[in-house]
């Protein structure tokens, strides 16, 4: 009986030093919108840290997070070509789930090529308009975020 009880306590124990464990539990399971219409590398990059910061918080398992990107803050993957920072960063949170998507309008209006402009973007990321997605996805239930 005993040791169980030490076994427990140990798995315990070892549950509250992972990162987010103990709060995740607290947090519960959720979806998430981030806004991202700003230009600024260093605001982008700071927007890569609340993201990372959020899943450290709750838990990569217990998020659904897209990240939704039109106007200036295509800057984000036009400049994660030439930025090794921002490129760690998408590339991170892409490895963790995080959905990029990127607003067509936006695509065709400043006549970038997804391919040759944009750092890791596909066909398969292009939503129609940015506005109208965040609006989507808050109907579907996702909490926004604007960093």
Excluded at 69 to 88: P, Q
Excluded at 104 to 132: F, H
């Amino acid at each position: 009986m005993r040791k169980i009880i030490v076994s427990l306590m140990a798995l315990a124990g070892l549950l509250l030093a992972l990162p987010g464990a103990a709060l995740a539990t607290e947090y519960g399971t959720q979806k998430v919108v981030y806004h991202i219409n700003g230009g600024d590398p260093q605001q982008n990059k700071g927007a890569l840290r609340n993201i990372q910061n959020h899943i450290n918080a709750v838990g990569a398992d217990n998020m659904d997070i897209k990240v939704v990107m039109h106007g200036a803050g295509l800057n984000l993957l036009v400049n994660a070509k030439d930025d090794a920072d921002l490129r760690a960063g998408v590339d991170n949170l892409k490895m963790q789930n995080v959905s990029f998507q990127v607003c067509r309008n936006t695509v065709v209006g400043r006549n970038l090529d997804i391919s040759k402009d944009l750092y890791d973007a596909t066909e398969a990321d292009i939503i129609p308009s940015g506005v109208a997605h965040l609006s989507y996805l808050q109907a579907q239930g996702y909490t926004y975020v604007k960093p």
